[in-house]
């Protein structure tokens, strides 16, 4: 246990210090600039250039908080040097299954994120920042809001940002419930007020983005990072993590553990820690399988893999959004699956036909293996079909439909078909689900 | 396209085969282009790609994934596989994927048989499904409009009809509704799919989903005859492909040129040709029997032999006791410049009349204006639209008149052209153009301001510093100045020669070129064949004649005793019912060729049914100088004949015969004698069902470079005998064995092959005198009378002439008479939206609904010019610049 | 998009006379615009109750009980999960995909704002109870 307590320590949390010292009022602008918000910025302002900002971010090693982990710096340094206008956007639309950092992060500490935007936008030079919020997240949306309304009062946001002549104003756009748009091009459109659907590239949003202008797409615990960096140096930054993922990461832990919840660890930390961390698996029950970033990655069991971006991409995962979702031994495997695929064909956009059609069929299939009604023909069907969306020879990088929405769907649905072949046959030999007695007892557990 | 051609850019390999290319060229059209077939759904040439259906996804050397050829920009180096395992497996199941909600309801589908994805998919696909769940259900057909039905199961989502009317016709009235599985395509709650494009999403969709309220049903695909033409209703003179059965036309399609139309059309060439098979249509010639007292005059059958030598004798009567120039012609601007040679040869020649005019509504339009260069026609093609800084817009709402030149012009703003927009109304291009709207009368002001580029600035209602920016861009070359008539009856010749003086100047400057509007699908011709006073074949100059309105003044004078009228319904037509109506019945012999009993053929002495459009062979000249072919698509009624013989037969009895016998022959006469037109051969009008580019463009090492297929599992990809001429042609495999519709979008087809031939636009040396030269004057614009309005009338797309009244498909959508005010006329007037006013000029007055609109600018009233229920010219008096009207409950 | 959550506030739901005004306002057709409030799960095209309770059936929901709390709900308000209304106008039950409150699970959200964590049969009927009053 202390080896954990060391995981969780003052000296290797700072992204939500603020709010674990302060639960009450993390949020407010008092609290905040109380424990050394924006004084990172007024650092950056007074002595970094722009490139000196980007060089520091691309030394440090952070890559991208919102689940494809792109080297933030390197993003950066695509924007052209010469055009003008150009936009910071601030991807908040939090949508991938298991994941809930973001909002937590929104709610509890809405200036880290901001004092994170205006340092990126100073280091692009974009005088304009726009927070894409998820339609959803109420809370965060008023708190956000009250936290950009009270920074520009005092100065922080706007024209001429503490006395400087760095200006950047922010403004907050809510989507209104579609998971596709925290694709980032979806998420521009939808910006623009279309439908949020994804566009060609290239051009890439750093050249041709948000109203046609080099844009730059950054997730908020990316850009909360951003502050520490600053302040610290990336040589601090990176004696956390790994070499190739440096940092610490929020994940987002839930299902069968006995404390669901948001954790930073360092990147490299072990599945099993993690879950450790969560308070295990409770019960006494054994631990059946773990989605490691969010529904779009394949499910592992292997509880030693270290949590980093290499490892798992190694593995033939991914660390994608940081989601950790922990099934035990009484789950139904199919119904999750079941699950996981209605909600990408759920969230499909439409606009190309592997995706729109194979998450649909994959989704039938699926209804009437869980059902009951299964064919013995469906298991390998469903291979298929993940084959049809994703050649498996080359994948992740080798998937047919227009955005990496429907090769996600292909690529975690292969891994529960791989993993548990048994419990797909079972489903239609016997008619019914194997584990729903484990279910059931499970429930009547919850009940007593 | 041969290979030899393409040097200048790089060097690919397709399939084992390298070939050069255009450096950035499609992938998807490269191929295409050396008959390799990429199988495609969302990808149209006419539109942007969105590589959406992945149905065109190819292997490149170099790339993890498979990549959308249409999409993909062909670069130096780079190796292709379009039938490589990966492209194959992709290509199945892209297909099987798009089958697994379709309804497979082929035999009962209009498209079957001409169908994208029934071609594509037993091309490319994997011959059976392994889907064996429930498909996906909607209500169906649904109306989206009076023309277009919406099948949405039959949907595959390549969302062409809708990037259609977001990048190209601009009405975005359909749109991709919903998310995911669930998407469809659908209108908004509020406007109906009222586009004048909307025929062309049908024409598009690669399956049943979008088919043709009119045709549903009517036909299996196989069973028609399709014959390759030209539009017979406006001056852009879109290639169509008419369709039959029997003796029946059924429908008509746009052909693809990339010089003129692109790929488009509008609907009233789509749908508007049904007339001809009308149950109105004329038989057999009749001959008015004056009644005896208190009885109305009849008309009688006479056999063609007898109805000729009556015409003729009249002819001759006349010319003997009233000289040649009692006699008189109108009209001719939908006939055939075969047609109107045997005109022009009877009445210049023959008769020895000037008095020859092709216009009807536009009769107080001067063309002659713009004809100080010798020749009045354009110097300008469609395609310098897209070349163009600026562009000026002198002319009518090209939407309602010139409907697909719209479409270009939008498409040349989009390009990055600056339009100006000179007309006092806000018309369509306004969407997208600056408008310039000057007070109602005051062109000639205008003009001025814009020649002198804001130096000197007449009162004409535009701001100052609006007429200077103007001038700015008119100094940007290239330029293009488009005028035409913007309001029948509307006379402004000042304006008219100081705009054409000057845009003439800047042409010979080579700073500008001049596109000259005229209407209808042979204005043009009729100009070229000297159907204009004091304008002779190949613009050379006449002696003095008088034109259309001074026709009818001379006919009421007694002057003019013999009256030809050739499909001119000049009641309806002429912009001065009130003199129209007088010289008809002024006593002059009147013989009218026309195809339905209009108002204008039944108050004539003798009317001859004509034989129409689709029944002839000839060619019409477009307003770009551009002459096409017209074929028969149908045979004619037996009673009626085409012009040309009948003029022909006149001519014979008034002792010149000719030996011509086929329309043919006299497109050889004109090629020989008439200057402008030396070289014409129809033959070089091209034939226009140039196929995809086979065996004889293509070497043939490069049939079998694509090697070694891996097997088809199910269905062989068999090449069917092409019933349309290529019979014999041997696919091979990744060719496409395709009907029509689809081999129309593909960039291979060698459009040149029917690009119809441009005359030079020069002409023999020498002044032009079609008019008396006018002197450019300012300030014609006088005071209204107190409380009255400046009328402006403007023609609509489908209005009540005499072709679109009788187009069965055009009645539902033909819109109802209005008048429109500004809404502080309307309130100053106490008058309120709806209602029925009085609308009075000192000629006439007509009782119509009240539109109120910004459109329309203060001191106006506009109204359309013929429309069911009420004919403009009414209202109109020929014998001043401008008509006033006032408008009361 | 602003425009459509504006006028859902007002009128409950988008009518199709707002997009109407919409288009007018921004120039688009009513097709756009409908095009745009279709794509979006929480814009109603349909009047919808005085409350909209979305339930969370993603996967950690599903993996503490979220079916249980569907179906009671579904029981104790007489109405399908898939968007219905209650007879008397009070209530839209409808699914939802994962609300980024898996720590909560099974969870739900009233009216997309107010977030109610670990929900049990009981603890949505007490919920049900106290919003209709």
């Known amino acids: 246990m202390s080896d954990l307590s060391r995981l969780t320590s003052r000296e290797a949390t700072f992204i939500t210090r603020r709010y674990q010292d302060y639960p009450g009022d993390s949020f407010t602008l008092e609290r905040a600039r109380a424990t050394g918000a924006y004084e990172s910025l007024k650092k950056a302002i007074a002595t970094m250039t722009p490139d000196a900002l980007v060089e520091l971010v691309k030394a440090s090693g952070l890559r991208g908080r919102g689940g494809a982990g792109f080297p933030t710096g390197n993003k950066w340094s695509f924007v052209p040097r010469d055009a003008f206008p150009r936009y910071l956007v601030v991807n908040d639309d939090e949508g991938e299954p298991g994941t809930f950092k973001d909002r937590e992060l929104t709610e509890r500490d809405p200036h880290a994120i901001l004092e994170g935007i205006l340092i990126a936008a100073l280091a692009i030079r974009a005088e304009r920042a726009y927070i894409y919020i998820r339609g959803e997240f109420g809370l965060g949306y008023r708190r956000m809001q009250q936290a950009v309304d009270d920074a520009r009062a005092a100065g922080l946001v706007g024209r001429n940002i503490a006395g400087t002549d760095f200006s950047c104003d922010v403004f907050i756009h809510r989507g209104a419930g579609a998971y596709i748009c925290g694709e980032e091009t979806s998420l521009l459109d939808s910006l623009e007020g279309y439908r949020g659907q994804p566009r060609l590239r290239p051009p890439f949003p750093a050249v041709k983005g948000l109203y046609a202008a080099p844009t730059v797409v950054n997730n908020v615990e990316t850009l909360a990072n951003l502050p520490h960096i600053v302040a610290h140096g990336s040589d601090w930054f990176r004696t956390f993590g790994t070499q190739q993922s440096p940092g610490t990461k929020l994940f987002s832990i839930s299902g069968h553990v006995a404390n669901p919840g948001n954790y930073e660890v360092a990147l490299g930390t072990t599945l099993g820690e993690l879950i450790e961390v969560a308070g295990g698996i409770p019960g006494g029950r054994s631990l059946k399988a773990v989605i490691p970033g969010g529904a779009s990655a394949p499910w592992v069991t292997d509880t030693s893999l270290p949590m980093s971006f290499e490892a798992l991409a190694a593995a033939g995962t991914m660390l994608g959004s940081g989601a950790v979702v922990v099934m035990d031994d009484t789950t139904c495997v199919v119904r999750m699956a079941m699950i996981n695929t209605r909600f990408f064909n759920h969230e499909s956009c439409g606009k190309c036909t592997p995706c729109r059609e194979g998450t649909w069929w994959m989704r039938k299939v699926l209804e009437r293996l869980e059902s009951g009604e299964g064919r013995p023909e469906d298991r390998g069907l469903l291979l298929e079909l993940c084959e049809d969306l994703l050649p498996e020879k080359g994948a992740p990088a080798s998937g047919r439909s227009f955005c990496p929405l429907g090769d996600s769907a292909a690529w975690s649905l292969r891994s529960i078909v791989k993993i548990f072949p048994e419990e797909f046959l079972a489903h239609v030999e016997e008619g019914r689900c194997p584990v729903r007695a484990g279910e059931e007892a499970r429930e009547q557990e919850v009940r007593a | 396209m041969p290979p030899e051609t393409r040097d200048t850019g790089i060097r690919l390999t397709i399939n084992g085969t390298e070939l050069p290319a255009e450096n950035g060229h499609l992938l998807i059209d490269v191929a295409e282009s050396y008959g390799v077939f990429v199988p495609r759904f969302c990808y149209h040439p006419g539109m942007d790609s969105v590589a959406a259906c992945r149905m065109c996804l190819v292997e490149v050397e170099g790339s993890r994934k498979l990549l959308p050829a249409c999409a993909t920009p062909v670069t130096d180096g780079m190796v292709v596989h379009t039938d490589s395992t990966p492209a194959i497996e992709a290509q199945r199941s892209v297909l099987e994927l798009l089958l697994i909600n379709h309804p497979l309801d082929c035999p009962i589908c209009d498209r079957g048989g001409e169908c994208p994805l029934q071609d594509q998919a037993l091309n490319f696909g994997p011959g059976r499904s392994r889907y064996r769940e429930q498909k996906r259900h909607f209500k169906k057909p649904i109306a989206l409009s009076e023309l277009v039905m919406l099948d949405r199961e039959r949907c595959v989502l390549c969302w062409r009809c809708v990037r259609f009317c977001r990048e190209v016709s601009g009405d975005k009235e359909i749109e991709l509704l919903d998310r995911g599985s669930l998407s469809q395509i659908n209108r908004g709650p509020a406007e109906p799919f009222d586009s004048y494009f909307s025929g062309n999403t049908i024409q598009i969709c690669p399956v049943g989903a979008l088919t043709s309220k009119p045709y549903r049903f009517l036909s299996r695909p196989w069973d028609l005859l399709s014959t390759a033409t030209t539009c017979s209703f406006c001056a852009v003179g879109c290639p169509l492909s008419v369709e039959r059965r029997g003796d029946e036309v059924l429908r008509a399609q746009a052909l693809p040129n990339d010089a003129v139309n692109s790929f488009w059309n509008c609907d009233k060439g789509r749908y508007g040709h049904r007339y001809v098979s009308h149950a109105d249509r004329l038989l057999a010639p009749l001959v008015r029997r004056r009644a005896t007292m208190g009885e109305a005059d009849t008309f009688e059958d006479m056999p063609w032999r007898d109805v000729l030598d009556a015409v003729a004798d009249k002819l001759t009567s006349t010319i003997a006791e009233h000289g040649p120039a009692s006699v008189g012609f109108i009209g001719g601007s939908h006939a055939t410049n075969e047609d109107l040679f045997a005109a022009i040869l009877l009445f210049r020649d023959v008769v020895g009349t000037p008095n020859v005019d092709f216009r009807t509504f536009d009769a107080a339009f001067d063309y002659g204006a713009f004809g100080k260069g010798g020749v009045v026609g354009s110097s300008s093609q469609f395609e310098d639209l897209d070349k163009a800084h600026t562009i000026l817009w002198f002319g009518p709402d090209p939407k309602e008149e010139l409907p697909v030149l719209y479409l270009r012009l939008r498409h040349a703003v989009k390009q990055g052209a600056s339009l100006l927009v000179a007309h006092p109304r806000r018309i369509s291009l306004c969407e997208f153009g600056t408008h310039l709207a000057y007070t109602p009368g005051r062109e000639a002001e205008l003009v001025r301001g814009l020649v002198t580029a804001g130096a000197e600035i007449p009162d004409c209602g535009v701001d100052r510093e609006l007429i200077r920016s103007a001038g700015h861009a008119l100094a940007q070359q290239p330029v293009v100045v488009a005028v035409g008539q913007q309001s029948p009856g509307r006379s402004c010749p000042g304006a008219w020669d100081e705009l054409a003086t000057w845009a003439r100047s800047l042409e010979k400057s080579g700073r500008a070129t001049v596109l000259l509007c005229v209407p209808n699908a042979n204005s043009q011709g009729a100009l070229d064949m000297g159907i204009y006073p004091g304008l002779d074949r190949g613009h050379r100059p006449a002696p003095p004649g008088l034109g259309t309105l001074e026709m009818l003044r001379a006919a009421v004078d007694g002057r003019i005793r013999f009256l030809w009228l050739m499909g001119a319904d000049i009641l309806s037509d002429v912009p001065d019912a009130a003199l129209a109506e007088a010289a008809l019945s002024s006593g002059a012999y009147v013989v009218v060729s026309e195809l339905f009993p209009t108002a204008t053929a039944l108050s004539a002495d003798v009317i001859l049914p004509a034989a129409a459009f689709a029944e002839k062979e000839g060619s019409y000249t477009n307003l770009e100088r551009r002459i096409q072919k017209t074929n028969p698509v149908v045979s004619a009624p037996s009673g009626a004949r085409a012009d040309w013989h009948v003029l022909l037969d006149i001519s014979a009895r008034l002792g010149t015969p000719r030996v011509w016998t086929s329309s043919k022959e006299i497109a050889a006469e004109i090629a020989r004698s008439v200057p402008t037109h030396q070289g014409f051969d129809w033959e070089l009008l091209g034939d226009p069902w140039a196929p995809v580019a086979g065996p004889a463009d293509v070497p043939p090492e490069l049939w079998h470079a694509a090697g070694e297929n891996p097997p088809l599992p199910q269905y062989q990809a068999s090449p069917t005998p092409d019933d349309l001429g290529n019979g014999s042609l041997r696919l091979p495999d990744r060719r496409l064995t395709t009907s029509w519709p689809l081999r129309w979008e593909l960039r291979a087809v060698d459009a040149t092959r029917r690009r119809g031939w441009v005359w030079p636009g020069k002409a023999a040396a020498g002044p032009n005198p079609a008019t008396a030269p006018s002197t450019p004057r300012l300030n014609v614009y006088e005071d209204a009378p107190p409380g009255a309005l400046f009328l402006l009338a403007g023609r609509a797309i489908y209005d009540n002439g005499a072709m679109v009244s009788r187009s069965p498909d055009l009645g539902v959508v033909t819109p109802a008479p209005f008048v429109e005010l500004h809404p502080d006329e309307a309130a100053s007037r106490r008058l309120v939206a709806g209602s029925e006013v009085t609308v009075s000029s000192p000629k006439g007055s007509v009782r119509v609904p009240l539109r109120i609109s910004t459109d329309t600018p203060p001191g106006a009233a506009a109204v359309p010019f013929d429309q069911p229920g009420m004919s403009a010219n009414v209202l109109l008096d020929s014998s001043e610049p401008a008509t006033y009207v006032t408008v009361a409950p | ?133």
């Open chain 3, 1 to 133: 998009m602003p425009l459509l959550r504006l006028a859902q506030e007002r009128d409950g739901w988008v009518t199709a006379e707002a997009m109407a005004e919409i288009g007018d306002i921004l120039g688009l057709s009513s097709a756009e615009v409908l095009a745009v409030a279709s794509f979006y799960s929480m814009y109603h095209l349909k009047p919808k109750g005085r409350h909209v309770i979305s339930v969370c059936h993603n996967l950690a929901c599903n993996l503490m009980g979220a079916e249980r709390v569907i179906e009671h709900l579904e029981d104790t308000l007489g109405v399908d999960s898939e968007g219905e209304t209650t007879a008397d106008g009070a209530f839209t039950l409808e699914r939802a995909e994962c609300l980024a409150a898996c720590d909560a699970a099974p969870c739900l959200q009233v009216d997309y704002d107010a977030l109610h964590a670990k929900m049990t049969p009981e603890s949505v009927e007490a919920l049900v109870e106290e919003l209709r009053t």
